[in-house]
């Protein structure tokens, strides 16, 4: 007991390299150098420990060299595990994180790729009829983009800029679409700073537009409507829809988008919402609650 209580602070040095210097080495020989060192110590530690014994307690009961080392050594090889296996865990969780990150960079890069070039095509023919409303959707692009390139690469932005950027993108679709598509929009925010995740409401709100703009007829509605109270957000979209629309081979790749939407909400905000997906013949239908915090 003796021993093994002057052993310790050597013991914890060892357990302390190793985890900063040795269980981070990718070489295949670490295993080698690792057991080299506890050999070493090993050996540092009886013959420091025996030392100070016989100077200042003298000889011991009961002492046995053999049985000195092999308690030595189990005392390092114990503390050396425990610390690798919190090695291990921090190494665990520092690759989930990182996994995290990159799925949710290689997400945030699918977005909105077909809104551009759309929006582009309408700003280009409404330039060559000398229309002011190319200006207009020139600058409600600018805005959008701002905030995609900007905002959008952090990890929160307040609700309130969020909400922007969804309206900007709902009144290009009304110049896009004319009279085809009407905007029934409401909004009640308890606190407008409250923060979210941004890029995550627009893809509903794409995905309704696009499949609403493939119906025959003109003034078809799409509903949306978003409030917060407790720190929680409801969000609602609603649009009509067929749902031969939804077989047709040219919109079996849009669904990447809500899928993705989908992929990030169980990423960020892990057991914090609940969205619910309703499809019927006339009608497309996603709830969203989340909480904020």
């Known amino acids: 007991w003796i021993l093994n209580n002057i052993n310790t ?14 269980f ?6 670490k295993f080698i150098i690792f057991l080299g060192l506890l050999f070493i110590m090993t050996m540092v530690g009886v013959f420091t420990s025996k030392y100070i014994v016989d100077i200042f307690i003298h000889q011991l009961d009961n002492y046995t060299f053999k049985s000195h080392i092999f308690s030595t050594l189990s005392e390092y090889i114990l ?3 425990i610390f690798y296996a919190l090695y291990a865990i921090k190494k665990s969780y520092q690759l989930s994180t990182s996994l995290k990150t990159a799925e949710l960079k290689n997400l945030k890069s699918q977005i909105n790729p077909h809104f551009l070039f759309n929006t582009l095509n309408n700003i280009y023919s409404y330039s060559i009829q000398n229309d002011k409303k190319a200006s207009e959707l020139i600058l409600k692009l600018s805005d959008n983009f701002k905030y995609v390139f900007h905002e959008g690469q952090k990890e929160k932005v307040e609700l309130r800029k969020d909400w922007e950027h969804l309206k900007d993108f709902i009144s290009i679709s009304k110049f896009r679409w004319e009279d085809k598509l009407t905007f029934d ?3 009640d925010f308890e606190c407008e700073n409250d923060l979210i995740s941004p890029l995550i409401l627009i893809t509903f709100i794409e995905n309704a537009v696009k499949y609403t703009s493939k119906q025959k007829g003109n003034n078809h509605i799409i509903s949306i409507a978003i409030n917060t109270q407790n720190n929680e957000l409801f969000f609602k979209c609603s649009n009509p829809c067929k749902s031969t629309y939804y077989l047709e081979s ?7 988008g809500l899928k993705n939407t989908i992929k990030r909400l169980d990423l960020l905000y892990p057991k914090k919402h609940s969205l619910i997906i309703e499809e019927s013949e006339t009608i497309f239908v996603v709830t969203l609650k989340m909480i904020l915090c």
């Open 250 to 256: 040219e919109w079996k790749s849009s669904g990447i």
């Open 9 to 22: 602070p050597l013991v914890m040095l060892t357990a302390y390299f190793c985890y900063y210097f040795i």
């Open 79 to 81: 503390v050396c595990l």
């Open 185 to 187: 929009v409401s909004e």
């Open 24 to 29: 981070p080495l990718k070489k295949y020989y």
